[in-house]
């Protein structure tokens, strides 16, 4: 019998084959990340390049053209309309970028993020500068490729790798609202107003360890599809089924892995709920890095700092780390407002501020306003001006404290934000639905957030559109007022 | 300028493509066997198929048969000669292997595989046996393959993987004096004649991790190159920039973790010390599986059983595991002979007679001599046979014991004990060279072992055939007797 849809059908084991040799090229960032010696680190690179340089290859397929025409004709329900608009849109950015420029990029790239591990514990800016110019110059490259012919800016085409449908005409007016109010908050909220914290100076990493995982399966990670490793910057990476999430220790801040965990727990969380038919389909993926941040963010700062949430969590700290926190102590100490100059570990409210510096910097850079060289003045001068606070002279956390731009991940940053809001967004509906939500929460059944969530967004994977998405699960256009009232509830009074 | 060969040197660049994508299929080996949760396993599976058939694509491509003749004709050097040979092997196995069937063999191995670490735990023979049918029909499916037209039969095709230049016939000549002579040795040696250990009847295994650690490194395992982690069968994986070795802890048994590290030991030092200007290129490649045995076995048997190797492992022992053994007891227990029913546990005398037996078995199995069915009871009776032991209704530590068949490594078997006696015979020249080796290694200086093994062995990596390589080292051809004089003089004192 012929299939319905004989082009379809054909693209969609095509794309399959492209999966499975990202499922390689993640498995090897992963390792590379958590478990490489450094001996390994340059064959690595090549053997990344080249599972990359396949995916290009199959995408850039000239075969692939008329296939997906053939397929635009053909009787296909809703996903498949949606995973064949995926397949599109895949296919469009790597035709527009050489296979030479893919191959240099990811050379360029992991020689950068490689010394990066190094040179941020070194304050080295001087070492850092060689190998960073080339990352720039090959994203401005890639820029170039992407923006060839179409209506954006070269920023505009790299966000749009992560943020498809948005601007960064757009995130400047979404933003707007953010850089006018934020400022005098986190200064009227700023320590020594909260609670100091009780927790003692120094945790094994042993306990913590122990602790993570505990509240990892609180969570509700599956830990039969995914493992909790340690890295220098924490990430989720793996497939859907087999999801790596990853934290790092500190001795003397418990609190920096426990927030990390239970951050990629939100990501993890979303990738191990995503529609088990469409694995391996464009249309299966995560809506985008943005929806990904409402996820993470969402069980990090809607959940996980509710005064309920702490009634759960500081028994495991008494538990595994001794600690005779109560509740309340723990939930104000979350919440505090510390202003400081390390974004994953930002306070919520100053949070934005410092993605609102990465935006124009990278902005800047990309467009060829600034050079790689200027990156630490413009930083300065932006901490200063935003967050009132002096970095000059410290990279290591300045701007040399994030791995985004050691491996070209331009554009990546206003998704945090986009993320936070959205997840404000999320959890206001949320709440609309569940009145009881906190009280449920405080018995320990997280399950209204997580069906809901699962409802909503996890199992509708790439189905729609990012508007239409939140519009569906919220019944609003998304916007900044829930996270600002949000922001306004749980720190204005501070002041 | 044009190059001298440029056949020669547009066939090393392709053959450098398929040693990256190998590197990545190696890594995801490796994660599967030690780090992947069990959800993993059915994506891993048709990842690691994907990369594979893509590496089978690059050899099977059509226009590199002519590059192969043009560069034939082209002025090498000895080595480049070599990596032609090399290349042409690669090819011609690989043209003879539908592409069909190499993906249809990574996913009916993996799938046995995989159930095969619950099935051998619960000794289920019947759980293991429907998965192990198809992948004794996809074995002897590709055996067909690959003897059709060649001059030997069905096995040996297989076994010619592992072992080029050898036959079933020459491994049945050379084993033959072992058949005669072992079983009496064996008899005669077992105990309770020998000294009964002293070890602690439990060892924790944070305690034998950082053993193990320990002896890795005295033995010059580069952990800047390398890891030692843990997996249900011990291995040696990974790419010669970052080898992987793994062993496994048994509490009750600390000499099982510390005899599988010194063995992965020997082989990652033959893969660290692959000549570095020969990465990725099939000449660069260890020269077989039985030389890769003659290393591992070589550290194994020939250096860390001798009594001054003894001496340098007893403090170590002591202080780890808190053991009072001295250097003499610990030397009796290594080289103790109990004629168990497990291989890797096995004693020197008594393995061989564990590889003659499945060495017989797998030859009947894929000849259509037996079938998979029929597997216990041949297995029964051959342990009977050669070994006086009752194996009747014990599957985990019989016909289950060992994971090579469970993923259609049918023909490896053979490669151990000539392993096994190419580093009798590798030793027995290094001794005549170093006649103070025992009393240099009893100063703890290894370094004329390794040095040796780096120049005659390790550095010479593909550049010549197996008998060449060994007859350059030792001055003589590969035979039985420097192996069992070894055994008769370390065990036949015994009776």
């Not at 060839?148 to 085409?157: E, I, K, P």
């Not at 890295?231 to 990476?237: D, L, M, N, R, W």
């Given at each position: 019998?012929?299939?319905?849809?004989?082009a379809?059908s054909?693209?969609?084991?095509?794309?399959?084959?492209?999966?499975?040799l990202r499922h390689?090229?993640?498995m090897?960032a992963?390792?590379?990340?958590?478990?490489?010696?450094p001996?390994?680190?340059?064959?690595r690179?090549r053997?990344?390049?080249?599972?990359?340089?396949?995916?290009?290859?199959?995408?850039?397929?000239?075969?692939?053209?008329?296939?997906?025409?053939a397929?635009?004709?053909e009787?296909?329900?809703?996903?498949?309309?949606?995973?064949?608009?995926g397949?599109?849109?895949?296919?469009?950015?790597?035709?527009?970028?050489?296979?030479?420029?893919?191959a240099?990029r990811?050379?360029?790239?992991?020689?950068?993020?490689?010394g990066?591990?190094?040179?941020?514990?070194a304050?080295d800016?001087?070492?850092?500068?060689?190998a960073?110019?080339?990352?720039?110059?090959?994203?401005?490259?890639?820029a170039r490729?992407l923006s060839?012919?179409?209506?954006?800016?070269?920023?505009?085409?790299l966000?749009?790798?992560?943020?498809?449908?948005?601007?960064?005409?757009?995130?400047?007016?979404?933003?707007?609202?953010l850089?006018?109010?934020?400022?005098?908050?986190?200064?009227r909220?700023r320590?020594?107003?909260?609670?100091?914290?009780?927790?003692?100076?120094?945790?094994?990493?042993?306990?913590?360890?122990?602790?993570?995982?505990?509240?990892?399966a609180?969570?509700g990670?599956?830990f039969?599809?995914?493992?909790l490793?340690e890295?220098?910057?924490?990430?989720?990476?793996g497939?859907p089924?087999?999801?790596?999430?990853?934290t790092?220790?500190d001795?003397?801040?418990?609190l920096?892995?426990?927030?990390?965990?239970i951050?990629?727990?939100?990501?993890?969380?979303?990738?191990?709920?995503?529609?088990?038919?469409?694995?391996?389909?464009?249309?299966?993926?995560?809506?985008?890095?943005?929806?990904?941040?409402?996820?993470?963010?969402?069980?990090e700062?809607?959940?996980?700092?509710?005064?309920?949430?702490?009634?759960l969590l500081?028994?495991?700290?008494a538990?595994?780390?001794?600690?005779?926190?109560?509740?309340?102590?723990?939930?104000a100490?979350?919440?505090?407002?510390e202003g400081?100059?390390?974004?994953?570990?930002a306070?919520?409210?100053?949070?934005?501020?410092?993605?609102?510096?990465?935006?124009?910097i990278?902005r800047a850079?990309?467009?060829g306003?600034?050079?790689?060289?200027?990156?630490?003045?413009?930083?300065?001068?932006?901490?200063?001006?935003l967050?009132d606070i002096?970095?000059r002279?410290?990279?290591r956390?300045?701007?040399?404290?994030?791995?985004?731009w050691?491996?070209?991940?331009?554009?990546?940053?206003?998704s945090?934000?986009?993320?936070a809001m959205?997840?404000?967004?999320?959890?206001?509906?949320?709440?609309?639905?569940?009145?009881?939500?906190?009280s449920?929460?405080?018995d320990?059944?997280?399950s209204?957030?997580?069906?809901?969530?699962?409802?909503?967004?996890?199992?509708?994977?790439?189905?729609?559109?990012?508007?239409?998405?939140?519009?569906?699960?919220t019944?609003q256009a998304i916007?900044?007022?829930?996270?600002?009232?949000?922001?306004?509830?749980?720190y204005?009074?501070a002041?």
């Open positions: 019998m012929m299939p319905r849809h004989p379809y054909g693209l969609a084991a095509h794309f399959e084959r492209i999966h499975r390689a090229a993640a090897l992963w390792d590379r990340a958590t478990m490489m010696p001996g390994g680190s340059g064959a690179a053997a990344e390049a080249e599972v990359l340089g396949q995916v290009h290859a199959l995408l850039a397929d000239p075969d692939l053209a008329p296939r997906l025409d397929a635009a004709g009787d296909l329900d809703d996903w498949q309309r949606a995973n064949l608009g397949m599109q849109r895949q296919r469009d950015e790597a035709v527009r970028i050489p296979a030479e420029l893919v240099r990811t050379l360029v790239n992991a020689a950068c993020e490689h990066w591990r190094q040179q941020r514990a304050n800016w001087a070492g850092f500068l060689p960073f110019r080339e990352v720039v110059a090959v994203a401005r490259d890639e490729h060839a012919g179409a209506t954006g800016g070269a920023y505009d085409a966000m749009a790798r992560y943020e498809p449908g948005f601007s960064a005409a757009r995130f400047e007016t979404l933003f707007a609202p850089v006018d109010r934020l400022p005098d908050l986190v200064r909220a320590l020594p107003a909260r609670a100091a914290s009780t927790l003692p100076a120094s945790c094994p990493v042993p306990r913590q360890r122990a602790l993570c995982r505990e509240i990892a609180l969570l990670f599956d039969g599809r995914g493992r490793d890295s220098a910057h924490p990430f989720t990476g497939v089924g087999d999801v790596r999430i990853t790092r220790f001795p003397a801040d418990p920096a892995a426990i927030n990390s965990t951050h990629e727990c939100g990501h993890a969380r979303y990738v191990q709920g995503l529609p088990e038919a469409w694995h391996g389909q464009p249309v299966g993926e995560p809506r985008s890095f943005g929806i990904h941040e409402s996820q993470s963010l969402g069980i700062m809607q959940l996980a700092r509710s005064p309920a949430f702490c009634g500081a028994p495991l700290l538990q595994h780390l001794g600690m005779p926190e109560d509740p309340a102590t723990l939930h100490h979350l919440t505090r407002v400081g100059r390390i974004r994953v570990r306070d919520e409210a100053s949070y934005p501020l410092h993605v609102v510096l990465r935006f124009r990278e850079l990309i467009e306003e600034i050079e790689a060289d200027d990156l630490p003045a413009m930083w300065d001068a932006g901490m200063a001006e967050l002096d970095t002279g410290d990279y956390d300045g701007c040399l404290q994030d791995i985004h050691t491996k070209g991940a331009f554009g990546y940053f206003p945090y934000t986009l993320g959205v997840a404000a967004q999320l959890f206001a509906a949320l709440r609309r639905e569940h009145a009881d939500l906190d449920r929460v405080a320990g059944d997280l209204p957030v997580f069906d809901w969530l699962a409802t909503h967004i996890w199992s509708r994977a790439s189905r729609f559109d990012t508007d239409t998405l939140i519009r569906l699960a019944g916007g900044p007022d829930d996270y600002l009232r949000h922001l306004e509830r749980r204005g009074e002041g």
